[in-house]
C-alpha cells in the first residue's frame, strides 16, 4: 500500500509560479503510474496531469504549457511544477498512483491518494 502526502501548496498572484511535492511511503512508486487532479470549490475534481513510470506524461488542456508533472522513484517523490498561474487554478490539488506503469486520465483508475493542498491563485 503506498500512502501520499502532498506540500507546497500556497497563496501567489496571477503569473507566478509554485511548485507541489508529494512525498510516497509504504512501498516504491516504481512501477506505477503518478497523476496529478484538482478540485475547485463547488466543483468535480479533474484531472492535471499524469506520468508513466517512463517518459510518457499527459496533460489537461487547460494546463498545458504551464504545468510541468515530474517523479523521482529514488527519491519517491512527484512533484507538480505549475508556472503561469490563473485565478482559476485556484484549487485543492491531489496526487494519486496506480499500480501499473502507465499513466491514466480517469480518477477511478487510481488507487492511492493524498490528503490535498491548497493552491490560491490571487487575481
Known amino acids: 500500500q503506498v500512502q501520499l502526502v502532498e506540500s507546497g501548496g500556497g497563496l501567489v498572484q496571477t503569473g507566478g509560479s509554485l511548485r507541489l511535492s508529494c512525498a510516497a511511503s509504504?512501498?516504491?512508486?516504481?512501477?506505477?503510474?503518478v497523476a496529478w487532479f484538482r478540485q475547485a470549490p463547488g466543483e468535480e475534481r479533474m484531472f492535471v496531469a499524469a506520468?508513466?513510470?517512463?517518459?510518457?506524461?499527459y496533460y489537461s488542456d487547460s494546463v498545458k504549457g504551464r504545468f510541468t508533472i515530474s517523479r523521482d522513484n529514488a527519491k519517491n517523490t512527484i512533484g507538480l511544477q505549475m508556472n503561469s498561474l490563473k485565478p482559476e487554478d485556484t484549487a485543492v490539488y491531489f496526487c494519486?498512483?496506480?499500480?501499473?506503469?502507465?499513466?491514466?486520465?480517469?480518477?477511478?483508475?487510481?488507487?492511492?491518494w493524498g490528503q490535498g493542498t491548497q493552491v490560491t491563485v490571487s487575481s
Open positions: 509504504g512501498r516504491t512508486i516504481r512501477g506505477y503510474g
Open positions: 506520468h508513466s513510470d517512463g517518459i510518457i506524461t
Open positions: 494519486a498512483a496506480r499500480p501499473g506503469p502507465s499513466a491514466a486520465r480517469l480518477q477511478d483508475d487510481y488507487d492511492y
